[in-house]
Every structure is written in structure tokens, then in C-alpha cells.
């Protein structure tokens, strides 16, 4: 077992006690044979090392997984060899605790770990990778990029982590090449990477737009969306219009809502976008966010057609794409209207209300307008007559803070309010 003597215990204990002492300890000369037991402490430790890695060749299992734990715990660098041939273990829990104890070693263990990322073994290259992932320095940047290639899905995933951790910009054309992995988890990793990168990516990112695999311009957009910059607003635009993939046109238009440019280019070519039944979601998210009020007459004419007057069903969404697109287009155009925030949409929005189709997400957007929303909503309430519509009206000027019972006495005739009772008196205000 890779547990030591007594006495070693013992004399690390007397060893941490002159290591608290500080600074008091160099004022103070050393006691007789206080110096032997330094030395001693040390010399256990050393020779406790030297055990554990011993008792990684262990024929029990428990004991080489309890020896990897120590050696981590240790933070030894003499460590880091043994433990690597510990990631060759046939017990997958003396492979976990070598992983975890060269991770917890850590800059000793960088470019040992580097070289295992050409191990004939798959998992040996998938642990170095996994611990290079929170570990990796400038060092082992070349065979992080030649494994961002590895046919193994896992040593790709955790090398686009390791290189991202070094920003190295040298590495951004081999990670545009993971936009199209076939693992969705190393395509995120990838869209992630690139995005943390910021400027110094934007350049490859563009260029990939203009790529034949439309999965490569989805991805690379997808990654624009999160570095906002103003240099991809020219060709997102284009891809808005032209590019042949609805996909990659719907996920150009989420990017440039997410720029949040006003430019007019943006604006018409999103307005442009409405008109296309597969685009319209995505358009009107993106207007919305961008906050031209240009957009506002296309929101009050789309929410001026739904069905009002009787009971409509979302059942039919479900069962027909034209119905599926039409209703979420619908409910994109009241999120955008609360984002918007022009009181003109007041009005539509209480309109909205008499559809049973968007009457909840109307009630919701209402409530973002605050105070401009209750006079009007109180005024609908005294002459609706539906219950249920009454119902929701009550609903979302409660939320606004309305209350029914409270007479506002500033409202009231002068003559009324000289005939209220006073503080402490009888009768209802």
C-alpha cells in the first residue's frame, strides 16, 4: 500500500509546523537537530513519491487507483511519467485517477502530455487531450493543431478547447475546418473557439462564408453572430439574399439582429426577408432587436389579419407548415413589438388581445409597456363583453399594478372629496 510509515508522518508534521513558523523562524536560530528533522521531513517525502510510484505496478487495482491519487495530491513532477503509463491501465478507475493527477500536476506535465497526443492508443491521446484542454500553454500549440485533425472525435473536441485556452491566431484557419465536423459537440467547440477569438477571427469567418459546403457558411455565421463584428455586415447581407441554402439565409439574419446595426442596407434587406414565408421569423427577430420603427406598419398589418371573434385552435399548426410558419410569425411580431416599445403598438396589441392565437404572448408584451398601457387597457375593459378576453384584460393591468378598488382622489370632484370621511372615521373611500 502507498501509505507511509509513522514515522514519516511524524516528521512531515514537525516539518509543516517549522514551515508555519515563517518568517519567525528565520529570526530565530534553529533549536539543536531541528535542521536533522527538515532534512528527514523531506527525505519521507521524496521516498513517499518514489512508493507511490512504485505502487502503480501494483497487481490490485484499488491500490494503483489510490497511488495515482496520491501522486496528484503530491503535485510531484517525477509523477508525470508513471502516471502517463498509468493512462494505459486496464481499470478505467486507475486511468481516471492518472488523468485527474496529471491535470492537478499541471505546467510539469504539458508537453509529456503533448507527445501522448501521437500515442498509438486512442485513449491515451484522449486523456492528454482531455487534460491539456484546462492545461495547455504555448508549448504544445503545433500538436494541438495537428490534433485538431485527429480522426477521434473526443481528441478534436478537447484540442479546439486547448487551443482555444492559448489564442493563438495561428490556429484559426485549421478551426474554421471544424465548422463542418460531423460530431455537432465539435462543430460547437469550434463556433465557441472561434468567437472567443474576436477580431483576429473575423477575417477567416468571413472568407468561409463564401464557402461550397453550406454547412461550413451556417457555422461560420453562427460564429459571426457571437464575435459582432462590424466587418461582417457586408457579406451577411449578401448571404440574406442571395445565398441558395434557406438555412444558412435564416441564421444570416439572427446575426445581423445580433450586430444590432441600423444601417438602412441591413434594415431594407431584413424588411426585404419578411416577405418570404421561411424568413419571416427569423426577420422579424432580427428587426426587433435592431429597433427601427420602419418595421412597425409590416408588424401592425401581419397581426391585423389573425382570426378574432371566435375560437381559434393551434391545433392546425401542427399539422400544416403554412399554418407552423404563419402562427410563428405572429408571435415573433408581438416579442418584437415589447422590444420595440412604441406606444403606437399599444392599440394593436389590445387588438391582439381578441385572438385566441396570441393572446397570451399579447398580454405578455403589454405588460413591458408599463404605465402607457393601462389607461387603454381599462378603457377596453369597460366595453368588452367576451369573459374571457375580460379575464385576460384584468390579468395584465394587475400585473401593471392596476387596482380596481382604488380611488385615485386627485380625480375626484372637489365637492366629493370635502365629503370623504377623515383618517380614523367611518365610511368607504
Not at 460530431?183 to 477580431?199: C, I, K, M, Q, T
Not at 457555422?219 to 457579406?235: F, K, N
Not at 378576453?389 to 372629496?417: C, D, F, K, M, S
Request: proline share 6%.
Amino acid at each position: 500500500m502507498p501509505v507511509s510509515a509513522l514515522g514519516g508522518s511524524f516528521s512531515l508534521s514537525l516539518w509543516e509546523r517549522e514551515g508555519v513558523r515563517g518568517s519567525s523562524a528565520a529570526r530565530m536560530p534553529l533549536a539543536p537537530g531541528a535542521e536533522h528533522v527538515k532534512k528527514k521531513a523531506t527525505t519521507s517525502v521524496s521516498t513517499r513519491v518514489t512508493e507511490h510510484i512504485a505502487a502503480l505496478r501494483d497487481e490490485d487495482w484499488g491500490i494503483r487507483e489510490e497511488a495515482a491519487v496520491a501522486l496528484g495530491e503530491c503535485r510531484d513532477p517525477r509523477g508525470v511519467r508513471p502516471l502517463i503509463e498509468a493512462l494505459r491501465d486496464a481499470d478505467r478507475a486507475v486511468k481516471t485517477a492518472a488523468t485527474q493527477a496529471l491535470a492537478a500536476i499541471g505546467e510539469p506535465a504539458v508537453v509529456e502530455l503533448g507527445a501522448c497526443l501521437r500515442d498509438p492508443d486512442l485513449s491515451v491521446q484522449e486523456a492528454a487531450a482531455s487534460v491539456l484542454s484546462s492545461t495547455a500553454d504555448a508549448r504544445v500549440l503545433e500538436p494541438l493543431m495537428s490534433a485538431l485533425l485527429n480522426p477521434d472525435w473526443v481528441v478534436r473536441m478537447h484540442a479546439a478547447r486547448a487551443v482555444g485556452r492559448l489564442g493563438d491566431p495561428r490556429s484559426v484557419e485549421t478551426l474554421v475546418l471544424l465548422l463542418h465536423d460531423k460530431v455537432p459537440a465539435v462543430r460547437d467547440e469550434a463556433v465557441a473557439v472561434l468567437a472567443s477569438f474576436g477580431e483576429s477571427a473575423v477575417t477567416p469567418l468571413v472568407n468561409a462564408l463564401a464557402h461550397d459546403d453550406w454547412r461550413i457558411r451556417l457555422r461560420a455565421a453562427e460564429a459571426l453572430c457571437v464575435v459582432r463584428s462590424p466587418t461582417a455586415i457586408p457579406p451577411l447581407v449578401g448571404l440574406v439574399k442571395r445565398d441558395p441554402d434557406t438555412a444558412v439565409r435564416q441564421e444570416a439574419a439572427r446575426a445581423l439582429g445580433d450586430l444590432g446595426n441600423a444601417d438602412p442596407v441591413v434594415v431594407d434587406a431584413l424588411l426585404e426577408a419578411m416577405e418570404e414565408p421561411r424568413l419571416r421569423v427569423r426577420a422579424i427577430e432580427a428587426l426587433g432587436k435592431i429597433g427601427d420603427r420602419r418595421v412597425l406598419p409590416v408588424l401592425f398589418r401581419l397581426l391585423g389579419a389573425l382570426p378574432t371573434g371566435e375560437y381559434a385552435d393551434r391545433t392546425p399548426a401542427c399539422e400544416d407548415n403554412q399554418s407552423e410558419l404563419e402562427l410563428a410569425a405572429a408571435e415573433e411580431a408581438v416579442r418584437a413589438l415589447a422590444r420595440l416599445r412604441d406606444e403606437s403598438a399599444v392599440a394593436v396589441l389590445i387588438q391582439a388581445l381578441q385572438s385566441t392565437l396570441v393572446r397570451q404572448e399579447a398580454s405578455e408584451a403589454l405588460v413591458q409597456f408599463g404605465q402607457p398601457a393601462i389607461a387603454p387597457l381599462v378603457k377596453q375593459l369597460q366595453r368588452e363583453r367576451d369573459d374571457n378576453i375580460r379575464y385576460h384584460i384584468q390579468e395584465t393591468v394587475t400585473r401593471l399594478g392596476w387596482n380596481p378598488n382604488r380611488v385615485r382622489l386627485e380625480r375626484l370632484p372637489l365637492a366629493l372629496t370635502r365629503s370623504l370621511p377623515v383618517a380614523g372615521g367611518q365610511g368607504r373611500a
